[in-house]
C-alpha cells in the first residue's frame, strides 16, 4: 500500500481530479492548506500599497492505493498540475502498513479498491 500525498496550484485543481479519475484512483482527500518553497512567497499591490504575502494558497492531496497503482497516480498528478512555472507543486510517496475500511472491517487493498 502506498500514500500519494501531492501540493498543487489550487487552479490545477480540476484537471488534476479528473486525470486521477481516469488513472484509477477511488478516493482521495483534499485539503486547502498554505506553504512557500523556493519563491518564498510573492510581493501583491493592493490600493496602491505593495505587501508581501509568505505563505500561498495550495491543495494537497491524499490518495492512497495499492502499491501496483502509485506510478500510474503520480504520473497523472504531474501531467495534469504541470504549467511550467514556479510554484507547481510537490509529489511524494511513501509506504503504508495497513488500511482499514471502518465499516466492513476490511484490510489493505480490500480497504480501498471498490
Request: net charge positive; charged share 35%; hydrophobic share 40%.
Amino acid at each position: 500500500m502506498k500514500l500519494v500525498t501531492a501540493i498543487i496550484k489550487p487552479s490545477r485543481l480540476d484537471p488534476v481530479l479528473e486525470a486521477l479519475k481516469e488513472a484509477g484512483a477511488t478516493g482521495l482527500t483534499v485539503t486547502e492548506v498554505r506553504g512557500f518553497g523556493r519563491q518564498k512567497g510573492k510581493t501583491e499591490v493592493y490600493r496602491g500599497a505593495e505587501y508581501a504575502v509568505k505563505l500561498l494558497p495550495k491543495m494537497k492531496l491524499e490518495i492512497v492505493c495499492p502499491s501496483d497503482r502509485w506510478e500510474r497516480i503520480v504520473d497523472a498528478v504531474v501531467d495534469a498540475a504541470r504549467s511550467g512555472k514556479i510554484g507547481d507543486g510537490k509529489v511524494w510517496v511513501g509506504d503504508l502498513d495497513t488500511v482499514v475500511r471502518v465499516r466492513t472491517g476490511e484490510r489493505d487493498d480490500q480497504a480501498v479498491l471498490d
